[in-house]
Each structure stands twice: as structure tokens, then as C-alpha cells.
């Protein structure tokens, strides 16, 4: 079957580092998305890993191990304004193409 | 980025009465458009996929008579939600990719749907 993890809840400080961490089994594996959610709004686009390794884009890095089935992603000088749920996604080959979500892990970040 | 424009953003209607939020892709062709409901505090439950021009796939325990899902262009999909009630009130999204399998999900601004 199909299944993510990932923590429900972290709170953080506002100019420290937080990992969000993300593990998946599932099969024919084509990739994994980050997605920010404020509540009441839409998700947005985080990050897209493939291929093994670390992408880093601005404070935020995500990083794949695909024979791990692992992701985490990474937020550097927190700002109060990184309180939010932050998602998980995997997508299959074929499936369909949709995308298999975490529940999201609700980040507190405090002054 | 890509943009998805979703409307209405909030709508109230009343119980029995039928409602449509309609999904553009504004600068790229959508070939898979997902819809999905969320209630406070809880994750996406997606409801449907759709593909232009067939029908769409619903995920198990989701009526596809009372949620009207029509793709009929690779920018526009509508989600019609029939004879309303009090339970169906939550928030939908919908969400487009394109072609490619590495393209990232685009999401619309969702709608806030109250049924009184």
C-alpha cells in the first residue's frame, strides 16, 4: 500500500533552524513535493525532489533518500511568518499522476 | 509560477440548492485536474481526478452524482456540488498539472462553501 509520515506538530524560535522530517512507502516512486498551507488558504508550491540529495532554494532546503524512503525539509532563519502546516506529496507512475499526501505537520514558530 | 484561478473564493447557499465552482488554468494546459475538500484543521481528501475530454475518476466513498465534476477544456474544470447540505459546507480546492509527471501540482485559492 501507500503510506506517509510525517510529525503532526513542532514549534521552533523565530531565528532558529527546523527540520520537518517525512517518510513514504509506496511503489513506482516519480517524486516528492513540499507544500506550505496557512489556514484557511491554498497550498503552495515548496520544493520537488527526484533524484537523491539536497535542493536548496533560498531558507528552505529539501532533501531525498529514495532507497531510504525519506524526505525532510529544512527551514533556516525562522520568521513568524513560517507558521504554517507544511505537506508532504508523493506521486506514482501512472496512478493517475495524483498526488499522495501527508496529514501535514503544524509548525509554531514563537518569539 | 503557473497560476490556477478558482472561483468562488467563499459562497453560502441554502440546503437543498445546488452549487458550482469552477477551476482555470490561466497559462498552461491542465491535462489532470484534482479536486479536494478539507475540513478545519485536517489534511487534503482529495474527492476526484479528472482528465480533459473522459470522466472523472472519484475516489471510494465520494457520490459522483452529488459532486459533478466536468473537464471539457485543458484549462477549465468545474465541480458542481448538488442538493447541498450543512455537511457538505468545508473548503475545496482543486489543483492542475500539466503534461509533464515532474511538474508540481498548481493550486487554486479554494472555495469556502457554507450550506445553511
Known amino acids: 500500500g501507500q503510506n506517509i509520515d510525517q510529525p503532526t506538530e513542532m514549534t521552533a524560535t523565530e531565528g532558529a533552524i527546523v527540520q520537518i522530517n517525512c517518510t513514504y512507502q509506496t511503489s513506482g516512486f516519480n517524486g516528492l513535493f513540499w507544500y506550505q498551507q496557512h489556514a484557511g488558504e491554498a497550498p503552495t508550491f515548496l520544493s520537488y525532489?527526484?533524484l537523491d540529495g539536497l535542493e536548496e532554494k533560498g531558507r528552505f532546503s529539501s532533501f531525498l533518500s529514495r532507497s531510504k524512503g525519506y524526505s525532510y525539509l529544512l527551514l533556516k532563519e525562522l520568521q513568524m511568518k513560517d507558521s504554517a502546516s507544511y505537506l508532504c506529496a508523493v506521486t506514482n507512475a501512472g496512478n493517475n499522476r495524483k498526488l499522495i499526501w501527508g496529514l501535514g505537520t503544524s509548525l509554531a514558530v514563537n518569539p | 509560477g503557473a497560476v490556477v484561478s478558482q472561483h468562488p473564493s467563499r459562497v453560502i447557499c441554502k440546503s437543498g440548492t445546488s452549487v458550482k465552482i469552477e477551476c482555470r488554468s490561466l497559462?498552461?494546459?491542465?491535462?489532470?485536474m484534482f479536486w479536494y475538500r478539507q475540513f478545519p484543521k485536517q489534511s487534503l481528501m482529495l474527492m476526484a481526478t479528472s482528465n480533459e475530454g473522459s470522466k472523472a475518476t472519484y475516489e471510494q466513498g465520494v457520490e459522483k452524482d452529488k459532486f459533478l465534476i466536468n473537464h471539457a477544456s485543458l484549462t477549465l474544470s468545474t465541480l458542481t456540488v448538488t442538493s447541498a447540505h450543512p455537511e457538505d459546507s468545508s473548503f475545496y480546492i482543486c489543483s492542475a498539472r500539466g503534461q509533464l509527471d515532474n511538474t508540481e501540482a498548481f493550486f487554486g485559492q479554494g472555495t469556502r462553501l457554507t450550506v445553511v
Open positions: 497559462d498552461f494546459q491542465a491535462t489532470t
Open positions: 525532489n527526484v
